[in-house]
């Protein structure tokens, strides 16, 4: 069974800095990777979609890597601003069997960037 | 382009009561999905449907029953809620099933349970 863990739960830093997000699966069967945001009483929106070929995408201030082998992905957020406060999901599409098609979703981390 | 709504927002139950929680989606996707997020424990699948008259069992899918009449909704009910139901449910769609493509899952806003 796939098992998705996100490292930290929490983590707030002062606006400008640079901060990175991880995110480990156990199963690295998977069709693509993704990170989501979430706004505290809000859905989810996708910020970066990585396909299991890829190894990074890229969207403004925020970069995505994947290494599907070792079961890793970061999010970097560069020179973060009290905006980017929310919660960070990442989320696997597995990529056989009884999995094929589904998301398995880690925990979150709560990002708090203050002024 | 009103994207995935849910009905209603907020609810709240006794124990023993039954509900039901409206999904609707005007992008024409063939995927529906329904999530429950506890603290701590992320998103879970419920039940999910690949098309209009179809649905199947996800992660977490006792207690629960749901429908697809229509391509655009889908229903998630409760037959005698739970405390252990209490919970955030998410509902969303793609056109694909994550993985086939880039496509993503577009998500509702979301409908906060309590039940006492």
């Known amino acids: 069974k796939q098992e998705v863990t996100q490292i930290p739960a929490a983590l707030s830093v002062p606006e400008g800095e640079n901060l990175v997000l991880n995110c480990s699966f156990t199963?690295?069967?998977?069709?693509?990777l993704q990170w989501f945001r979430q706004d505290p009483g809000k859905g989810l929106t996708s910020l970066l979609l990585i396909q299991s070929s890829q190894r990074e995408q890229t969207s403004g201030r925020l970069n995505a890597s994947l290494d599907k082998s070792s079961g890793r992905s970061t999010l970097y957020i560069a020179a973060s601003q009290p905006g980017d406060s929310a919660t960070y999901l990442c989320?696997?599409?597995?990529?056989?069997?009884?999995?094929?098609?589904?998301?398995?979703f880690g925990q979150g981390t709560i990002l708090t960037v203050h002024p | 382009n009103a994207g995935v709504t849910q009905t209603p927002k907020f609810r709240v139950l006794k124990t023993g009561q039954s509900m039901t929680l409206l999904c609707a989606q005007d992008m024409n996707h063939e995927y529906m999905y329904w999530y429950r997020q506890d603290p701590g424990m992320g998103l879970r699948l419920i039940h999910y449907s690949v098309g209009e008259g179809t649905t199947a069992k996800g992660e977490v899918p006792d207690g629960y029953n749901v429908s697809r009449l229509k391509k655009q909704n889908f229903l998630l009910g409760l037959e005698s809620a739970a405390p252990s139901q209490t919970s955030v449910y998410f509902c969303a769609s793609s056109t694909f099933p994550s993985g086939t493509s880039t496509d993503t899952q577009y998500f509702g806003p979301g409908t906060r349970l309590t039940v006492l």
């Open positions: 199963d690295s069967a998977i069709y693509n």
């Open positions: 989320a696997v599409s597995g990529a056989g069997g009884t999995s094929y098609g589904k998301l398995t």
